[in-house]
């Protein structure tokens, strides 16, 4: 029985790595996601390019500067889960102020750490070719393997709602060998190709949702047996420019702050939202208090003090929890909220 107990943590202890990883400063305002990053982003590199070739006077320094103070807040709203560009940010900043600062060299940091990103993802139009799946894509796939429990609650949360399954069902098809094909949103210009014999370490019941497991992994360049994957990424990842993602870290909000929270969001949720939130498995696989483990939240019903949601261990199965046990549980630990709102 321990060894069984023990073989069913490893994808927990994963889950934790990656999940203390990304947490950063976590969220302040509801206000967050690709569009508020991807705007500052821009704004500061358009600022950078009119002093192109020359040294900034004093007003244009102060304009870059609180560009690069802006898109610092963005990337901290979200997270803070790209340290490479806030790093590129603050040197912008110090250089103003230690007479190294270099138009040119900016904007080539800025350029190369977001390549690859979501803040820069172009136009999906997905071609991935082969055939479209029938059947739903992501309601049933359950955890087997190493860090797996990110992706498969992502899938889950956005298959219970019509524009994330209808990403779902674009972003991946299948071939007559029992291969998938898959195209993210997030990242349009590459298609990802699994055979059949590379499924099963990303979950089993599913084999299209798996697919969409082991391509985020390929995506990342991440080993499923060494960690899991980063939550706010995959969900952008997945939604690119057709969803905005948010953060609310439980570190930062009262147990009254979390009931207001989903409270809010609970008319959306299984319709133009797509929610996960973390925590730990429970002995029956219920959540408890805690990091390190992704569940996603199926429905909220404030009316009846209650939040549906499921672990990715069985995801045909729903659990549920009073919100006010939920609350007092979760605030201050290091476990947050995500969501993707479908635009």
Request: net charge negative; aromatic share 6%; glycine share 12%.
């Amino acid at each position: 029985m321990s060894r069984q107990i023990s073989h069913r943590l490893l994808p927990v202890l994963a889950c934790v790595l990656a999940t203390a990883a990304a947490t950063g400063a976590g969220a302040a305002s509801d206000a967050t996601g690709m569009r508020a990053i991807g705007g500052a982003y821009r704004q500061l590199v358009h600022e950078l390019e009119q002093s192109h070739g020359a040294r900034p006077d004093s007003a244009a320094s102060q304009r870059i500067a609180a560009a690069a103070r802006d898109f610092q807040d963005a990337l901290k709203r979200d997270g803070g889960a790209r340290p490479e560009l806030a790093t590129d940010a603050r040197n912008i900043v110090v250089s103003l102020g230690d007479g190294t600062f270099s138009a040119d060299g900016s904007i080539a940091a800025l350029r190369r750490d977001a390549r690859g990103s979501v803040i820069t993802a172009e136009p999906w139009i997905p071609s991935p070719g082969g055939d479209p799946i029938p059947g739903a894509i992501g309601i049933a796939l359950n955890q087997t393997g190493e860090g797996d429990c990110v992706g498969i609650s992502v899938i889950k949360a956005f298959s219970d709602t019509p524009a994330g399954t209808a990403i779902l069902h674009k972003a991946v098809t299948a071939n007559a060998d029992g291969s998938f094909n898959i195209s993210f949103p997030g990242d349009a210009t590459t298609v990802y190709h699994l055979g059949p014999d590379d499924l099963d370490q990303f979950g089993k019941g599913d084999p299209a949702a798996a697919a969409l497991v082991g391509a985020m992994f390929r995506y990342f360049h991440r080993d499923p047996k060494q960690g899991a994957l980063p939550t706010n990424k995959v969900m952008e990842l997945l939604a690119g420019t057709l969803g905005d993602h948010a953060r609310r870290a439980d570190a930062e909000m009262t147990p009254q702050e979390i009931t207001e929270f989903l409270a809010r969001n609970a008319d959306n949720v299984g319709r133009g939202v797509a929610m996960v939130f973390g925590g730990k498995p429970g002995r029956n696989g219920e959540w408890t208090k805690g990091d390190g483990h992704a569940f996603a939240v199926i429905r909220i019903d404030p009316a009846a003090g209650m939040l549906t949601y499921t672990n990715p261990w069985n995801e045909a199965t729903t659990r549920t929890i009073a919100i006010a046990d939920l609350a007092r549980q979760a605030a201050g630990t290091s476990a947050d909220f995500e969501t993707v709102t479908f635009r």
